[in-house]
């Protein structure tokens, strides 16, 4: 792929203003994550928030010869963006800072351009562990390594991927770990493909559900964890739980 000039300082592309935010909606999903007595509890009160609501197909568009802009709508989801919202919203103070989460969760460095989005969540999770949105999860005797050579998305070179992830008959042994708030990223059996689908986890005594945009439902549902693996094929699942950045408040 041939690099598109850069016309502005990488750290400072921002996007311009943000698209289809509708802010009545965003400022009721920060009250619904006020009462949160810690951030799991805050993903937990903010994703109750959007069952139910519209799964949409490919929300943020784009392309390597299209200009990129922060697209934020509230209103429909597809898995990612999805969790991102959610997040973001958990994460956030004020509008302000939602923007300026989503905008770093979603981009690697915070750059809002085509190329810099984190379209493999092994990027998703390698980059934003580094900026400390989250901490990966994913560890111990019980998970595996992986090899994956990523080329499904037209307009990205071919690169290598190795991840660790948590075989489906592991999760009795895991459940006890996972906490409300931790994020789900299920691995594909497709050699050029790393995660087919990512959620939200939310822990009801011993019992683990997930809420996800599902393309099937055609919306964001809540479902027993256990029901989503029995059903699905996958090589494993990966973990993450978000963190909350010491003296931030959503910007840099």
């Known amino acids: 792929m041939t690099a598109r000039k850069r016309t502005t300082p990488h750290r400072n592309k ?47 568009g784009g392309g390597p010869d299209l200009e990129e802009r922060l697209t934020l709508s ?63 999860k994913t560890r111990g005797r019980e998970s595996i390594t992986k090899e994956r050579r990523l080329n499904l998305v037209a307009g990205l070179p071919k690169k290598m991927a190795r991840l660790r992830c948590f075989p489906k008959r592991a999760f009795p042994r895991i459940a006890p770990r996972i906490e409300s708030g931790d994020v789900i990223f299920f691995v594909s059996t497709r050699p050029t493909l790393d995660v087919f689908h990512t959620g939200l986890l939310v822990k009801r005594g011993d019992e683990v559900l997930m809420r996800h945009a599902a393309r099937g439902a055609g919306k964001v549902i809540e479902q027993p964890l256990p029901e989503f693996l029995k059903t699905q ?8 739980r978000p963190v909350m950045r010491s003296g931030a408040r959503g910007g840099r």
């Open 74 to 136: 509230l209103g429909a989801f597809d898995c990612v963006t999805f969790v991102e919202s959610v997040l973001a919203a958990a994460l956030a103070q004020t509008p302000g800072d939602f923007v300026s989460i989503v905008r770093e969760i979603r981009y690697h460095r915070g750059c809002v351009e085509w190329a810099s989005r984190n379209h493999y969540m092994t990027d998703w999770v390698r980059n934003n562990r580094k900026q400390g949105f989250v901490a990966d």
């Open 14 to 60: 921002r996007g311009g203003a943000p698209t289809k935010l509708d802010r009545r909606a965003l400022i009721r999903l920060l009250a619904a994550g006020k009462g949160g007595q810690n951030l799991g509890a805050r993903v937990e009160a903010i994703s109750r928030q959007l069952i139910g609501l519209p799964y949409i197909e490919n929300p943020l």
């Open 233 to 240: 094929r996958m090589a494993g699942f990966m973990l993450a």
